[in-house]
């Protein structure tokens, strides 16, 4: 899964490593999700995480479908 590609690049490069591989999307959040970052899993799936201290302690908040629609 994906998911496990994710957590491994997160694992041994941390966010930086993320926003190098293009198919992920990685991006800090803004407004309510400020302080968050977003990857892409594939089309339909998000994670959404908090890098809580810089030994790249990893907090997932929430995979979800992403909606497209605004509110």
């Known amino acids: 899964m994906r998911y496990e ?3 491994d ?3 041994y490069s941390g966010p930086k490593g993320l926003k190098q ?3 992920f999307n990685d991006e800090a959040l803004k407004g309510d999700w400020k302080g ?3 990857s892409r899993l ?3 799936y998000r994670v959404i995480y908090k890098v ?10 929430k995979i979800t479908a992403h909606d497209y629609r605004r509110k």
Do not use: A, C, P, T
């Not at 790249?56 to 908040?61: A, C, H, Q, S």
């Open 5 to 7: 590609k994710w957590k």
């Open 9 to 11: 690049i997160l694992r």
């Open 21 to 23: 591989i293009r198919g």
């Open 36 to 38: 968050f970052r977003s």
């Open 42 to 44: 594939n089309d339909q």
């Open 52 to 61: 809580e201290k810089e030994e790249i302690l990893v907090r997932v908040i």
